[in-house]
């Protein structure tokens, strides 16, 4: 049974490009959710989906930041101009059910370095 | 969601049980306690989850507090492999399911 995969798993960018992260969640999980991780720290949460409805973007941290997850499954992460303090690691999570305490399951993440 | 307190780091020898402690005082009563660990270079794996009683399962046990303000998470007989940093998180389920990670224990099993 495969888990959530994400790609690419290493980016590197120059200062001002656009870049793409996929995640294919776990096949028949409603919920999926995007997370930035800075070095040393702990992942915090960016957006949310249920099927393909973006429920909660709250944490975008701005208008650069855009995600998609038009059929309810496969999502994409595009960050557009981006800077250097968007370097981290970009996790995906998708999840079975919401409202009902179920685990999130995470991919291995995308490293992103803007140069 | 309530916050949570981990100290930041902890050694543990081979084959010993690992006790790690999290305080959430504030929490309220319709939060879980989860913990999660992240082995380095991977994504974060959830462990295990509950609301007051004790739980077990194949990784670890929860034993959270009468007064739910403080849980331990055992590892029972820890291995090099279980090197990775642990995570406490209280939770609303239902909230959007987020999960709002603090800077967990880094937690070292040494041979």
């Known amino acids: 049974g495969a888990g959530v995969s994400q790609s690419p798993r290493y980016k590197v960018a120059k200062r001002g490009q656009d870049v793409a992260l996929r995640c294919d969640p776990i096949?028949?999980?409603?919920?999926l959710f995007w997370y930035q991780q800075a070095l040393g720290q702990g992942p915090e949460f960016l957006t949310y989906?249920?099927?393909?409805?973006?429920?909660?973007k709250s944490g975008l941290p701005s208008d650069r930041f855009f995600a998609e997850r038009p059929e309810g499954s496969v999502s994409t992460l595009k960050i557009q101009r981006t800077q250097q303090e968007d370097s981290a690691v970009y996790l995906c999570?998708?999840?079975?059910?919401?409202?009902?305490?179920?685990?999130?399951?995470f991919g291995p993440g995308t490293r992103l370095t803007v140069l | 969601d309530a916050k949570t307190t981990q100290p930041p780091s902890m050694d543990c020898a081979e084959g010993r049980a690992a006790n790690l402690p999290c305080n959430h005082s504030?929490?309220?009563?319709?939060?879980?306690v989860y913990w999660y660990r992240q082995i380095h270079s991977q994504g974060p794996q959830y462990i295990i989850h509950?609301?007051?009683n004790n739980e077990t399962n194949e990784m670890a046990s929860l034993i959270i507090t009468e007064d739910r303000k403080s849980s331990t998470l055992i590892l029972p007989h820890a291995t090099l492999r279980d090197t990775a940093v642990y995570y406490c998180?209280?939770?609303?389920?239902?909230?959007?399911?987020?999960?709002?990670f603090g800077g967990g224990t880094r937690l070292m099993v040494k041979p």
């Open positions: 989906f249920q099927n393909e409805a973006q429920l909660d």
């Open positions: 999570a998708s999840s079975l059910e919401q409202g009902r305490g179920n685990e999130q399951f």
């Open positions: 504030t929490i309220s009563g319709n939060e879980y």
């Open positions: 509950g609301l007051k």
């Open positions: 998180i209280v939770r609303v389920v239902g909230a959007g399911n987020m999960l709002t």
């Open positions: 096949s028949g999980h409603v919920s």
